[in-house]
């Protein structure tokens, strides 16, 4: 087996990952370091060996000698499962304290991350030379014998094995990967709402106002969503275009073009069938999304709105169950006597909300429903305290 340089380019040309080329006891050890891995793979080919490390140094350890350099099979834990014709149809050999001092950095960092009713000090955890003392490598073999299948298990107490220690990393690390994978739903929901907020203003200056909560034929019949109607200010011209703006969302047609739902009408944090969307307008009694005029899609003007607009919600993530076509009339219309029902609520920022000046901001879950209702409208005169 032999990586040439022309190998190297090519990894290089078609990934992100850097390979590193050092010279170290006389051979060449190549290195992949990774952003944010708290180790760095590192491999060199030897003689007739492929020496894999955590990191340059172990490896030029292994070269130099410095390292245990004795066959696995030759030690005195592996060598009995290859005497008198025995053979391990599987075998696993665990050096546990290799194992803990690479994991114990790691699940020290983690408990300093993750947020604790009292503070955690991480010092608090044995040395890796305290626990050395106490643990001992880990064999497992599974052999085919005349009585059946037989599983050989060596440890020593308080013995730690791969299946002990993989789910206690795997827990201390949850809590930042899940806040990681929070925080990017987080952001891009509150893109979306910002994207929405800025087509909301783009069609005010074309038209003077924003879209009412939909257009209407002359009758007054409801045709299709505000959102069908911002699609030219928000990167969605094409899409407009396919539609029959004379007929209703439902109609042969336009039903077709559900399924085309743009990717910011869709929440992170949803898991709505296709089609549906979780982002709505605030209508009811006062809110920004009112009726249109028959014949008409326009709806509220800035000038309108004289609580002021950083004062006044304009649209809402809702809850899965208030989840409506995209492209079907209907809002949300907040209850006075519990104006937070049908919102999403996220356990530690509260409900997100877009407001009619364009901002995205969150309000805690403590909020008192009077004030929350103060947001929801647009023109109550109400002196509105800060949460």
Not at 100 to 128: I, R
Not at 311 to 316: H, N, R, W
């Amino acid at each position: 087996m032999k990586l040439h340089n022309d190998h190297l380019a090519i990894l290089q040309e078609k990934s992100e990952v850097i390979i590193i080329a050092e010279q170290r006891e006389g051979t060449t050890i190549h290195s992949a370091p990774v952003q944010g891995m708290p180790i760095v793979p590192a491999w060199c080919m030897h003689d007739d060996r492929l020496i894999i490390g955590t990191s340059i140094a172990s490896v030029a350890q292994v070269l130099s000698g410095g390292a245990h350099d004795k066959s696995l099979a030759e030690t005195d834990r592996i060598r009995p499962f290859f005497e008198d014709g025995r053979h391990a149809i599987k075998l696993v050999h665990i050096d546990v304290a290799a194992l803990l001092e690479l994991a114990l950095p790691l699940l020290a960092q983690q408990l300093d991350a993750h947020p604790h009713d009292t503070p955690f000090d991480s010092s608090m955890l044995p040395p890796l030379d305290v626990l050395a003392q106490f643990i001992q490598p880990t064999t497992v073999a599974v052999e085919r014998t005349a009585a059946g299948v037989e599983i050989a298990h060596h440890g020593t107490l308080p013995g730690v094995d791969l299946a002990r220690v993989a789910p206690l990393l795997a827990a201390a690390s949850l809590p930042a990967v899940d806040g990681a994978q929070g925080a990017a739903r987080t952001a891009q929901a509150h893109n979306d709402q910002k994207q929405i907020a800025l087509a909301m203003h783009n069609f005010s200056d074309t038209y003077g106002a924003f879209p009412a909560g939909y257009s209407a034929d002359g009758e007054g019949k409801p045709l299709l969503s505000w959102r069908v109607h911002i699609l030219p200010f928000i990167e969605g011209q094409a899409l407009y275009e396919q539609f029959h703006l004379d007929e209703a969302w439902d109609s042969p047609h336009n039903k077709t073009l559900i399924d085309q739902m743009p990717n910011f009408y869709q929440s992170p944090h949803s898991g709505a069938e296709q089609g549906k969307t979780t982002y709505l307008g605030v209508g009811g009694r006062d809110g920004v999304f009112v009726r249109p005029q028959d014949g008409d899609n326009l709806g509220t003007k800035i000038r309108e709105i004289t609580d002021g607009t950083s004062a006044t919600v304009m649209t809402v993530e809702a809850s899965d169950a208030r989840a409506t076509i995209w492209t079907r009339p209907g809002d949300f219309s907040p209850n006075p006597d519990d104006p937070m029902k049908g919102l999403r609520v996220d356990p530690r920022h509260g409900i997100f909300l877009a407001f009619a000046d364009g901002s995205v901001r969150s309000l805690p879950r403590s909020i008192a429903e009077e004030t929350l209702m103060m947001y929801f409208t647009k023109s109550g005169g109400e002196a509105i305290p800060r949460p």
